[in-house]
């Protein structure tokens, strides 16, 4: 069902924004100008997303989630409760990246299941936009050329 895809969805971009948002104001060390600017950007995208998710619930005839625990219980990605070097948030976002390629492709394919080709489109930019966000963390993380 396209509205439970997209409950989920909700709770985990809530959660990769949070989650990017904490590191923007924890992470140190000689890289902390660009880490702080660029989770920055990544949290204030996945913040544009969420009012738009939780609109397309609606859509569905179907009530939005919108409790910290509803959230944790759907969410795919975890927390992070410590305050992890500037290198193990990368890994981390990097993993949590890679979560919301494969998520944002399950919505797309549910969407268009659906023929809700609006909310296939969302997802197909949101894909794109972790993508994105993939490659940049990948290169943040590569020590020597291949």
């Given amino acids: 069902m396209l509205a439970d895809v997209l409950k989920t969805y ?28 660029f989770f920055q950007k990544i949290y204030e995208d996945a913040y544009g997303a969420i009012d738009v998710i939780g609109e397309y ?3 569905e005839n179907e009530y939005a989630p919108g409790s910290f625990e509803r959230y944790q219980e759907l969410s795919q990605i975890q927390g992070q409760t410590k305050v992890p070097r500037a ?3 990368l890994e ?6 890679q979560t919301m390629k494969t998520m944002s ?14 909310i296939a489109n969302f997802a197909a930019e949101r894909q794109s936009q972790h993508g994105k966000y993939y490659w940049q963390i990948s290169s ?4 020597a050329r291949a």
Avoid at 17 to 37: C, I, M, R, S, T
Wanted: proline share 2%; glycine share 6%; hydrophobic share 40%.
């Fill in 87 to 89: 290198r193990l948030m």
């Fill in 57 to 59: 619930i609606r859509t």
């Fill in 105 to 118: 492709k399950q919505l797309f394919d549910a969407a268009a299941a659906e023929g809700r080709e609006d």
């Fill in 92 to 97: 981390e976002l990097l993993q949590d990246t």
């Fill in 10 to 37: 909700l709770a985990t971009v809530f959660a990769y924004y949070l989650k990017a948002h904490y590191f923007h104001w924890n992470v140190e060390g000689p890289d902390f100008g660009q880490l702080h600017k």
């Fill in 140 to 143: 943040y993380l590569k020590d």
